[in-house]
């Protein structure tokens, strides 16, 4: 029942975005029953706010965004209210967080055509900024603050858009969160540089939406050895299980995990593949099955890498997925080992940061 109300707070309906605040009070009259359901879950997530914040370990962050998390017009996806997390609000929510080191990903620029699906994915789907945004605060917070490259994937200048970041210190390429084919001409132009410069390239899969042709994408990971991939969202964690059917509809499935999933025989076959553990999608993941999860972990202990991607401010582990996400690592972890491997280990060796 405990998890009932907790799985509610983890996999968002299809509805909402993935990265959306948990509201902090239900918008519906509730009984009893549900109340102190509810009431328990919040104990839970208390006691581990805790935990999270207690934590000593350093912490490597994967996915962030500059502006993240504004209001937009549901027809011209023009800003509206709330406005989005300002700069300041962000650095102070990833020390609350216990964010050691954070990689900020940027949007490509705003255009209207069917990659962006006439507009709606600009600003990574949200009210994210660009390049020069995530690179001004990486300046301002040296070794703290890393920033990304990005450029909406199919237009003819992305490679050099892409190019003039990582010369300039870009650290990866992404957030890739457009609507194209994963096996396109202009994706392999991007995988291709992301090898040129050693960086991992970032995907959100999310079928009928973003990057297109999952149960294809081996053939990618075969065929560009030297890029290093990095798998994120609704589609990746909904193939952990080998029981999932591909479908737009169901992008947060519950309950009991049958090994040996797409996502899980991935990770298996190609070391050229990693998985960011962000957002709604990589808690439910976990949370569906934490038996499974744990067995996970364990597995892919070398290929995992904790990111945030939350909007919140203040990360408190009731609207902050992030925090929650440190949680269910540290609960999940088979060992020590592993949540350090998690927490930065593997994406200090990944990005070549300083430890
Ligand atoms: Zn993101
Ligand atoms: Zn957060």
């Known amino acids: 029942m405990q998890s009932r109300a907790r799985r509610n707070d983890l996999a968002p309906s299809r509805h909402r975005r993935e990265n959306a605040a948990v509201p902090l009070t239900p918008s519906l009259p509730i009984s009893r029953r549900e109340f102190l359901q509810r009431s328990s879950s919040a104990l839970i997530a208390g006691s581990l706010a805790h935990a999270a914040d207690a934590s000593t370990l350093p912490l490597v962050d994967i996915h962030q965004h500059t502006n993240y998390g504004g209001g937009r017009d549901k027809v011209t996806y023009a800003p509206v209210l709330p406005p989005p997390r300002q700069d300041g609000d962000l650095v102070g929510h990833q020390r609350a967080l216990g964010a050691t080191q954070t990689i900020l990903l940027p949007s490509g620029r705003p255009v209207a055509r069917t990659s962006t699906h006439q507009g709606r994915a600009n600003g990574l789907d949200s009210t994210c900024t660009g390049n020069d945004d995530c690179l001004a605060v990486a300046r301002r917070h040296p070794g703290e603050f890393f920033f990304g490259a990005n450029e909406v994937s199919d237009l003819e200048d992305a490679p050099a858009v892409i190019e003039k970041y990582l010369k300039l210190g870009a650290v990866i390429i992404g957030e890739q969160k457009f609507g194209v084919e994963c096996d396109a001409p202009a994706m392999r132009r991007l995988y291709a540089l992301a090898a040129d410069f050693g960086v991992p390239i970032l995907l959100h899969?999310?079928?009928?939406?973003?990057?297109?042709?999952?149960?294809?994408?081996?053939?990618?990971?075969?065929?560009?050895?030297?890029?290093?991939?990095?798998?994120?969202?609704?589609?990746?964690?909904?193939?952990?299980?080998?029981?999932?059917?591909?479908?737009q509809r169901n992008l947060y499935p519950r309950g009991k995990v049958k090994p040996g999933g797409l996502t899980d025989r991935y990770l298996q076959d190609y070391p050229n593949l990693f998985a960011d553990l962000s957002a709604g999608s990589g808690l439910n993941a976990f949370a569906r099955d934490p038996e499974h999860g744990r067995a996970f972990l364990?597995?892919?202990?070398?290929?995992?890498?904790?990111?945030?991607?939350?909007?919140?401010?203040?990360?408190?582990?009731?609207?902050?997925?992030?925090?929650?996400?440190?949680?269910?690592?540290?609960?999940?972890?088979?060992?020590p080992a592993i949540e350090r491997k998690i927490r930065y280990e593997t994406a200090r060796k990944l990005f070549r940061l300083a430890g």
């Open 298 to 335: 364990e597995r892919h202990q070398d290929k995992l890498l904790y990111g945030s991607d939350c909007t919140d401010v203040n990360a408190a582990p009731v609207q902050c997925s992030g925090a929650r996400q440190l949680a269910q690592i540290k609960a999940l972890s088979p060992s």
């Open 205 to 247: 899969w999310q079928t009928g939406s973003y990057n297109h042709g999952f149960d294809r994408f081996h053939r990618m990971l075969a065929q560009y050895p030297r890029t290093s991939f990095i798998g994120h969202a609704q589609t990746w964690w909904a193939h952990v299980d080998a029981a999932y059917v591909d479908d």
